[in-house]
């Protein structure tokens, strides 16, 4: 079956920082790859997301590359800030139910 | 962007009775309705999707007859536990994907906050 596997956390990081989450997806076929953002006391919202090999999903200075060959979505980040601290779920999708990863709880330091 | 609510937001009931919980696309038809779950530390799995108007499609190890799926408008769907027990409390999550004046890229869904149930 498919399956999503993220760092586990939590990941502290200081204000500034460089930040790579990884993700690992195991697949029949070639899915399309989401990151999505929870911050507390809210639902999740959907971060980026790539649909085919090499694209790159990008939005509020986080961007991830689908990798076909390593079959991964890393998200990474050059500058965190107190405002990301939130859990971050990486996740699969062939057309309808999302299969998720554990979620990383990340923790931004000012 | 798209709003999606989920009532009630917790809950807490007795071993054997039966909990209601509904979640509703504010701003849009949402043709397709998710349930997922979560358990404290773990990943959100998916339990079913509704089609309005039609019956829920349940995942491997779901019990239908325990968690009943009603999809009856294009923005409602009911998810009820019934005869819960203490090993049902967990959180639930609702997502929507559908069709209005917004832009619905490809396959995305819109997250409700979820339901935290707690069975004594």
């Known amino acids: 079956g498919n399956s999503v596997t993220q760092m586990e956390g939590p990941v502290t990081l200081s204000e500034e920082a460089f930040l790579t989450i990884n993700c690992t997806y195991t697949a029949t076929g070639y899915p399309s790859l989401f990151w999505y953002v929870q911050y507390p006391g809210e639902g999740l919202q959907l971060l980026l997301k790539?649909?085919?090999?090499?694209d790159k999903g990008s939005n509020k200075g986080f961007e991830a590359t689908y990798r076909k060959e390593t079959t991964s979505f890393h998200l990474e980040k050059g500058s965190v800030q107190v405002s990301d601290s939130a859990v971050y779920f990486c996740a699969l999708s062939f057309a309808d139910g999302l299969t998720f990863g554990k979620g990383t709880h990340l923790i931004i330091q000012p | 962007g798209a709003v999606v609510s989920q009532h009630p937001s917790w809950v807490i009931c007795k071993s054997g009775t039966s909990v209601k919980i509904e979640c509703r696309s504010l701003?849009?038809?949402?043709?397709?309705m998710f349930w997922y779950r979560q358990f404290p530390k773990q990943s959100l799995m998916l339990m079913a999707t509704?089609?309005?108007?039609?019956?829920?499609?349940?995942e491997q190890g779901v019990e239908k007859d325990k968690f009943l799926i009603n999809h009856a408008s294009l923005t409602l769907s009911t998810l009820t536990v019934t005869s819960a027990h203490p090993e049902d409390s967990s959180f639930y999550i609702c997502?929507?994907?559908?069709?209005?004046?917004?832009?619905?890229?490809?396959?995305?869904?819109?997250f409700g906050p979820g339901t935290r149930l707690t069975v004594l």
């Open positions: 997502s929507a994907r559908g069709e209005g004046p917004l832009a619905f890229s490809y396959n995305e869904q819109f």
């Open positions: 701003d849009f038809q949402a043709t397709t």
């Open positions: 509704s089609n309005e108007g039609s019956k829920a499609t349940y």
């Open positions: 790539a649909t085919k090999a090499d």
